[in-house]
């Protein structure tokens, strides 16, 4: 019997939908196939996930046709030529427009799958179930799909909403530490946006979150996960295609992308480099006269309590080379670097007036030859 432990909706119209977070959901058959109105069922998932999961979700679908695709592993993996081998396995399926895909994986699979239906026959629908911490409390939820060019990353995609998104925290009991640390950098992302006392909550609660083990611990997980998705459902809900508040969601993320397209997608997760980025942000922050030293040491403390990096490390790159790397961001307005900054921890900005000379010393800083 399944325990859904909480529900909320991202209220969007006739694009609206549910997101389940519990424990044992990919035991409910009911709860994904009332989702699911035609016949025709795609599951994708990956190398890694497909032993794990694969044969569970696909008990749940009984009453339908199923057909599988299975993608290689990693970020590097997410190219237009991937997505167009499950356009090639839709075809051979003969699959119409009734279709329905499930994304069943990580950010990766997730921004892959969404992309595919909606381009598929001009747009199918698709169904999350997030398997990783970083998809599970961002990625999974919003509509935000595409893929990475080499010159820069999601810079091809689609706004497509899923019909529902459900998140089974057993899936987080196979995933390795360093991956749930990755997921903790977007968890710390909404405490540092606009909730304080979740800061706080985090801060006294991190090592049990991150345990995870105990009924006690997983309910403390469940309600990280679903204050994230609640943040999130509602900004969606009032900036759906990201013309507005929803852009604050990028805090760290230009930085992040830069240090992923500058070393090579998969130097470091995702969750590493926005880490990086978000900490960054409030070194800038302090400079531009917003953030205390304490302030900083805070992002910092919560960052490194979590696992995550604080520096590029041991990797060369100059300042310049994160710079234009950082340039070729989607954020990038008329030439101008976008940046999500700190008013204060709890409450962000977005930026393009910022000292250049600020930014500047913060590259340097961080980078190296």
Same mark, same amino acid.
């Given at each position: ?24 959901? &990919?035991? /409910? ?15 994708? $998932? ?5 032993? !794990? ?26 190219? !237009?030529? #991937? ?29 892959? #799958? ?5 381009? +598929?026959?001009?747009?199918? /629908?698709?169904?999350?179930?997030? #398997? ?9 939820? @919003? ?13 091809? @995609? ?12 057993? $899936? ?15 968890? *710390? ?17 991190? /090592?049990?979150?991150?345990?995870? !083990? ?6 403390? &997980? ?18 759906? %295609? ?20 500058? !070393? ?12 990086? @980025? ?5 070194? &800038? ?5 917003? &953030? ?25 790159? #100059? ?18 670097? %976008? =940046? ?9 900005? *977005?930026?393009?007036? +910022? ?7 913060? =590259? ?6």
């Amino acid at each position: 019997m399944s325990n859904i432990q909480k529900i909320l909706n991202v209220e969007l119209g006739n694009k609206s939908y549910p997101i389940y977070i519990g424990n044992d959901l &990919l035991s /409910d058959k009911s709860c994904l196939e009332k989702h699911i109105s035609g016949q025709q069922v795609m599951v994708v $998932t990956n190398t890694t996930i497909e032993p !794990l999961y694969l044969e569970k979700v696909k008990n749940l679908l009984s009453n339908f046709e199923v057909q599988v695709a299975i993608l290689p592993d990693g970020e590097r993996h997410k190219t !237009l030529e #991937t997505v167009n081998s499950i356009f090639d396995a839709l075809l051979e399926a003969k699959f119409d427009r009734s279709a329905t895909l499930i994304a069943l994986g990580g950010g990766v699979v997730g921004d892959i #799958t969404g992309f595919a239906a909606a381009s +598929y026959q001009r747009g199918v /629908d698709f169904i999350q179930i997030p #398997t990783t911490l970083l998809s599970q409390v961002d990625s999974s939820v @919003g509509g935000k799909t595409g893929v990475n060019h080499a010159l820069g990353k999601n810079m091809i @995609g689609a706004f497509h909403q899923p019909r529902a998104v459900i998140i089974d925290i057993d $899936t987080l009991d196979t995933l390795p530490i360093r991956e749930f640390s990755a997921g903790m950098a977007e968890v *710390i992302k909404y405490a540092l946006l606009g909730n304080i006392d979740f800061l706080s909550d985090l801060e006294k609660n991190i /090592d049990s979150i991150k345990g995870g !083990l105990h009924q006690e611990d997983k309910e403390l &997980l469940i309600d990280a996960i679903y204050r994230c998705c609640a943040e999130k459902a509602e900004i969606v809900s009032v900036d759906e %295609r990201e013309s507005g508040v929803r852009r604050l969601l990028n805090l760290g993320h230009t930085f992040g992308h830069g240090i992923e397209n500058a !070393l090579g997608y998969g130097t470091y997760l995702h969750g590493e480099a926005v880490a990086i @980025g978000m900490y960054m942000a409030a070194k &800038l922050s302090q400079l531009e006269g917003n &953030l205390s030293v304490e302030d900083v040491d805070r992002v910092k403390s919560i960052l490194t309590l979590a696992g995550l990096p604080c520096s590029i490390g041991k990797y060369n790159i #100059t300042a310049t080379q994160l710079y234009n790397a950082m340039s070729l961001d989607k954020k990038v307005i008329d030439g101008n670097i %976008r =940046l999500v900054l700190f008013l204060y921890l709890g409450n962000a900005y *977005i930026s393009q007036d +910022y000292s250049e000379e600020n930014l500047n010393q913060v =590259l340097s800083e961080f980078c190296h030859s």
